[in-house]
């Protein structure tokens, strides 16, 4: 269903399965996260943690919230929504010494604490990694920025696309003959917000084990270097770097995209011997197997344009439909370039599940990605939409002992902000 560019109107939700399970525990039941960060890479970590079961309380400044919530999407804020699912909002004024008061009092009930303020705030706030555990010894920290929290670059602005600049990811994606290419999305922060689950389990089991907390030092940076991968130790080796090589692998091929005649797109990735000579066979070149530019993959790669042209010459033959069924025939590696568009409705998504319509608070519905991965005996789940600002914060002062007429008091001062209509604005 299209809609006018300026239209709000929300269009029918695509046939997803929808897997809104308030009975299903997750792993982590019992955990209770504190998240004091803003924007993607904290709330990416922080949804993991809450998709598994885990307790996750978003504190956000009552003027603002998370900036998260100003990324809509035809007035939907679709990456709050999708990135806060499992969560509750608390929406306390830490400038106030009462509203400090609230969040000390919250902490002493916590396991970890997400934080991405610029190194040095924490302590300014009198929130002192020596001073956290003093409130809760087995408190894990996790402290995420751009640089690292030591170093000369640590107060630097640590946003995502100056760290996928900085860490040799632009300068290898995209085409030689064209400017390097910052990914269009939030890599840096994903893979930071993965980086660090992963790591926050760990202490965790360590917290377990000795007692006490500790500190994760968890860099945008670091991250991104460990995904280029063994590009320095190349660049060293080789006495230069690699480059760009648009879609082409610069270690095996053929490995590229190729456009079917119905203007449709595959991709194929024959980087094995074994698939290079069945490729071959498939589009009727069984010749090449034996060709001087063909024969092994340091040849392939020395005459990449040759074999290009000579894959693109057959795909262009034929429409994708028919490009699928015969590659998947031949047994080789070859799939559709799909959109997201396309995804909302593909019957591998669907049966799957990978896509879910998601119970929404103001849409009814919104379709975005299951819990990943899968666990067998206690998976996550998505038990309820993305909180409003300030959605939770009478239910949680009451749970941290606050009596009625002193939540009325934090309310009436502006110490404490709590929703009171369904809009995800203050």
Not at 197 to 225: C, H, N, P, W
Not at 275 to 301: S, V, W
Request: net charge neutral; glycine share 8%.
């Amino acid at each position: 269903m299209s809609l006018p560019p300026d239209s709000h109107a929300t269009p029918s939700p695509p046939h997803l399965p929808k897997p809104f399970r308030t009975s299903a525990p997750g792993a982590l039941q019992g955990l209770r996260v504190v998240d004091l960060s803003r924007v993607m890479a904290g709330n990416m970590l922080s949804v993991q943690l809450a998709d598994m079961g885990a307790d996750v309380i978003k504190v956000e400044s009552p003027q603002q919230g998370d900036p998260l919530r100003n990324w809509h999407t035809r007035g939907v804020p679709v990456w709050w929504r999708v990135y806060s699912r499992n969560k509750r909002s608390l929406a306390v004024d830490l400038r106030q010494s009462q509203g400090m008061a609230v969040l000390h009092r919250l902490l002493k009930t916590a396991d970890v604490l997400i934080e991405n303020f610029r190194p040095g705030t924490l302590e300014a706030m009198q929130l002192a990694p020596e001073q956290l555990w003093q409130l809760q010894p087995r408190l894990v920290i996790v402290r995420i920025s751009g640089w690292g929290q030591t170093g000369p670059y640590r107060e630097q602005p640590g946003f995502g696309s100056l760290v996928e600049a900085y860490s040799g990811l632009a300068a290898k994606t995209g085409f030689e003959d064209r400017p390097p290419v910052l990914p269009n999305m939030t890599l840096a922060d994903i893979i930071t917000g993965l980086y660090g689950y992963g790591a926050t389990l760990a202490a965790l089991r360590a917290a377990e084990q000795k007692g006490r907390g500790q500190v994760i030092d968890l860099s945008l940076f670091e991250s991104m270097l460990s995904v280029v991968g063994p590009d320095a130790a190349d660049a060293w080796l080789k006495g230069e770097d690699s480059g760009r090589h648009g879609s082409r692998s610069p270690t095996a091929a053929p490995r590229n995209v190729y456009q079917a005649a119905d203007g449709q797109w595959v991709a194929l990735s024959a980087t094995t011997e074994a698939m290079t000579q069945r490729l071959f066979d498939a589009i009727g070149r069984p010749e090449l197997k034996d060709d001087p530019r063909c024969r092994r993959n340091e040849d392939r790669l020395a005459n990449i344009d040759f074999v290009d042209e000579v894959i693109q010459s057959y795909m262009s033959r034929f429409d994708r439909l028919t490009l699928l069924r015969h590659f998947r025939e031949a047994g080789v590696t070859v799939g559709p370039v799909m959109q997201a568009s396309d995804l909302l409705h593909d019957p591998f998504v669907r049966e799957r599940g990978a896509l879910v319509n998601a119970p929404d608070a103001n849409t009814g519905t919104l379709p975005m990605h299951d819990v990943v991965p899968r666990l067998s005996e206690t998976p996550g789940s998505i038990r309820r939409h993305a909180p409003a600002l300030g959605e939770d914060s009478k239910d949680l002062l009451l749970e941290l002992g606050y009596a009625e007429n002193d939540i009325a008091a934090l309310l009436d001062t502006g110490v404490v902000h709590a929703k009171t209509t369904t809009a995800d604005k203050p």
